[in-house]
């Protein structure tokens, strides 16, 4: 999947979750920070791969992503499992907190959207032809549907004109319907 794909389907999740758990205020700069961890976890697990945006956007980016990926062996493997997501939680339920003061920022929501964006992730990487090694170290890479020919490609026609436009359909659908519910939280 597209980075761009990524971001609208984690946006996505993390509304699907906000209105079944609707949410009393959390204060703007919460909501901003959420929404922003979001959209790091939803490419987040891409760590592995050495073109990944969130390391080209960082001076010696590539080299590092290179190096990663020496450490991850190939792309879509640990980070896009069930131990990886494990790994992943851990790491960043250490790392928020030491970024952000907990006065002004609700710290665990800031982590839960973040997690939210990176199951996101897996999820929608599992519906492409790659599927994803989701037991990983066991090699089978899964998906769904089960026959890898009537998964999608990545970046593929129907993911542009098909699959993404759908995903912003349902986040407008979402916002428009329960404007109320999300409204609260601000
Ligand atoms: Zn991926």
């Keep these: 999947m597209t980075y761009k794909t990524h971001n609208v389907f984690g946006l996505a999740e993390l509304l699907t979750v906000l209105i ?20 790091i976890g939803s490419i987040l ?17 590539n080299w590092t992503g290179n190096w990663l990926r020496k450490i991850f062996i190939s792309h879509r493997s640990v980070s896009h499992s069930i131990l990886g997501t494990y790994i992943a939680y851990k790491i960043i339920y250490w790392v928020i907190p030491n970024l952000f003061n907990n006065n002004f920022i ?22 492409t032809e790659e599927g994803v090694p989701l037991l990983w170290p066991i090699p089978w890479k899964l998906g769904f549907p089960p026959f890898k020919s009537w998964r999608i490609k990545t970046g593929h026609w129907f993911e542009k004109w098909v699959v993404f ?13 329960d404007w109320g519910l999300l409204w609260r939280i601000l």
């Design 45 to 61: 697990p891409d760590i592995d791969q050495a073109s990944n945006k969130l390391w080209s956007l960082v001076p010696g980016g």
């Design 165 to 177: 436009p759908l995903i912003v359909l349902y986040i407008g659908w979402i916002i428009y319907g």
């Design 20 to 39: 079944n758990y609707p949410q009393n205020s959390l204060g703007v700069a919460t909501v901003l920070a959420g929404l922003i961890a979001n959209a």
């Design 106 to 127: 609700n710290v665990n929501v800031v982590i839960f959207s973040l997690m939210i964006g990176y199951v996101s992730h897996i999820l929608i990487d599992g519906i």
